[in-house]
Nanobody, 124 residues
Framework: QVQLVESGGGLVQAGGSLRLSCAAS????????LGWFRQAPGKAREFVAA????????QYAEPVKGRFTISRENTKNMVYLQMNSLTPEDTAVYYC?????????????????WGQGTQVTVSS
């Protein structure tokens, strides 16, 4: 079992930056793939970014490529999402998720463990 707790969300103006953090506890953290997803009001949850267990490979959704960066610190059981050049379209609840295997994935049903989410609101 893995427990995930996100933090770092908030209100920011368009063009600004935020850094989300996710603290993991429970089973061994380092071998598993980790991802960030988001869900805007009235929309389905969507993939944002993911990183492999060792941290050597990352994936990004097209809308966030070049603006968001996912990273992890296995020694601290932490994963981060640095978000730059934010737009109102990035407004959503952001969720941290963990897999049971080292690989990344872009579909949410491949992640059995989820945090409670953190709200990100970008004003225009």
């Amino acid at each position: 079992q893995v427990q995930l707790v996100e933090s770092g969300g908030g209100l920011v103006q368009a063009g600004g930056s935020l850094r989300l953090s996710c603290a993991a506890s429970g089973r061994t953290f380092s071998p598993v793939g980790l991802g960030w997803f988001r869900q805007a009001p009235g929309k389905a949850r969507e993939f944002v970014a993911a990183v492999t267990g060792g941290g050597g490979y990352t994936q990004y959704a097209e809308p966030v490529k070049g603006r968001f960066t996912i990273s992890r610190e296995n020694t601290k059981n932490m994963v981060y999402l640095q978000m730059n050049s934010l737009t109102p379209e990035d407004t959503a609840v952001y969720y941290c998720a963990a897999r049971n295997v080292p690989m990344t994935a872009t579909t949410d049903n491949l992640y059995p463990y989820w945090g409670q989410g953190t709200q990100v609101t970008v004003s225009s």
